[in-house]
């Protein structure tokens, strides 16, 4: 398994994505820090908040190289990522979790929609049978 925290700047505020990768799979998870974090305060809230964060569901992908041993080429690789923003799988993670979310909030206003309809119906019910009896 290999994790990787990816810290950059997303209008207004300091935004950590996390990347785990386990062979061909890819599950990422966002977290928006605020002010720009330092070093000692990113291990920090590592230690207290790592288990809490909600991985988005697995995407399957190439398996990971390893890192290019040239420096040269490092650098290279990351202006390009830097340019390039957040990586493609994790944004396609990121987005399975969106849209299981959207997914559950919806069929939850449905649920909620449908009882307010019956509460509404049952409503005009009672108000019929009262008129019929003359109160």
Same mark, same amino acid.
């Given at each position: 398994?290999?994790?990787?925290?990816?810290?950059?700047?997303?209008?207004?505020?300091?935004?950590?994505?996390?990347?785990?990768?386990?062979?061909?799979?890819?599950?990422?998870? /966002?977290?928006?820090?605020?002010?720009?974090?330092?070093?000692?305060?990113?291990?920090?809230?590592?230690?207290?908040?790592?288990?809490?964060?909600?991985?988005?569901?697995?995407?399957?992908?190439?398996?990971?190289?390893?890192?290019?041993?040239?420096?040269?080429?490092?650098?290279?690789?990351?202006?390009?990522? /830097?340019?390039?923003?957040?990586?493609?799988?994790?944004?396609?993670?990121?987005?399975?979790?969106?849209?299981?979310?959207?997914?559950?909030?919806?069929?939850?206003?449905?649920?909620?929609?449908?009882?307010?309809?019956?509460?509404?119906?049952?409503?005009?019910?009672? /108000?019929?049978?009262?008129?019929?009896?003359?109160?």
């Amino acid at each position: 398994m290999r994790i990787t925290l990816t810290v950059f700047f997303e209008s207004p505020f300091y935004v950590g994505l996390f990347e785990r990768q386990e062979g061909t799979r890819l599950s990422a998870a /966002r977290v928006v820090f605020g002010a720009e974090p330092t070093g000692p305060e990113l291990l920090s809230w590592l230690q207290e908040h790592y288990a809490s964060l909600t991985f988005s569901p697995c995407v399957e992908g190439a398996k990971a190289e390893p890192a290019a041993a040239n420096p040269k080429r490092r650098l290279r690789e990351a202006a390009r990522f /830097r340019t390039a923003g957040v990586g493609t799988r994790a944004q396609q993670a990121l987005q399975l979790a969106r849209e299981a979310h959207q997914l559950l909030r919806q069929q939850h206003a449905r649920e909620q929609r449908a009882q307010e309809q019956e509460r509404q119906f049952q409503l005009r019910q009672e /108000r019929k049978k009262a008129r019929h009896r003359g109160h």
